[in-house]
Nanobody, 120 residues
């Protein structure tokens, strides 16, 4: 079963912007937090941003002031607006769900993710 479908990744120059989308199965994000993660080659997967059911947000320090998480409940879709992109943002980006901001991802099965490459 595929719970999430990520899209929107691309090749961009440093300082550029991208908007990632996450189409979720069913009502996942009406019950759990929406969360974005990323993984670069040779590195562990890390949390980027999350939003709880009430709209409160949690951002990793390395994206604060640059990235913004949002969702459209009617479309069952989450978003990650990424501005002022840096080469170190290069990674495959994934979405998943959390029970709270400090919990591990709920679903052990990850989607294909979407590749973000920041390079000049």
């Amino acid at each position: 079963q595929e719970y999430f479908v990520e899209s929107g990744g691309d090749l961009v120059q440093p300082g550029g912007s991208l908007r990632l989308s996450c189409a979720a199965s069913g009502a996942i994000f009406t019950v759990y937090n929406m969360a974005w993660y990323r993984q670069a080659p040779g590195k562990r997967r890390e949390l980027v941003a999350a939003m709880d059911r009430g709209g409160s947000t949690n951002y990793a320090d390395f994206v604060k002031g640059r990235f913004s998480i949002s969702r459209d409940s009617a479309k069952k879709t989450g978003y990650l607006q990424m501005n002022s992109l840096k080469p170190e943002d290069t990674a495959v980006y994934y979405c998943n769900a959390q029970r709270n901001f400090y919990s591990d991802p709920i679903y052990g099965s990850w989607g294909h993710g979407t590749q973000v490459t920041v390079s000049s």
